[in-house]
């Protein structure tokens, strides 16, 4: 079993800047590719940035120069960094990583559960 626990999220002011973390853990053999998406009120879950074991990322055309993703692969934690938040950047964050188990030795997807990030005056 595996799991991603993100943390981070909160309430910002517009202009401002936040960092989400999500660590996986429990029985781990390989995290292959890792990704944030975010889901607003209303709105189709969609992705925000990836990046691969080997740190190629890839993102949104509506946050790129803004947000940047990277990854520890000794620490099985991959992060967010937002700046310059605008409020339409509000959602809950998700995370995701294509990972594979000890158990299965079969890669899988796995979410974390939401994380939500708010920016308002």
């Known amino acids: 079993q595996v799991q991603l626990v993100e943390s981070g999220g909160g309430l910002v002011q517009p202009g401002g800047s936040l960092r989400l973390s999500c660590a996986a853990s429990g029985s781990i053999f390989t995290i292959y590719d890792m990704a944030w998406y975010r889901q607003a009120p209303g709105k189709q879950r969609e992705l925000v940035a990836d990046i691969t074991k080997s740190g190629s990322t890839n993102y949104a055309d509506s946050v790129k120069g803004r947000f940047t993703i990277s990854r520890d692969n000794a620490k099985n934690t991959v992060y967010l960094q937002m700046n310059s938040l605008k409020p339409e950047d509000t959602a809950v964050y998700y995370c995701?990583?294509?990972?594979?188990?000890?158990?299965?030795?079969?890669?899988?997807?796995?979410w974390g559960q939401g994380t939500q990030v708010t920016v308002s005056s």
């Open positions: 995701n990583a294509f990972v594979s188990s000890i158990v299965t030795m079969t890669p899988d997807d796995y």
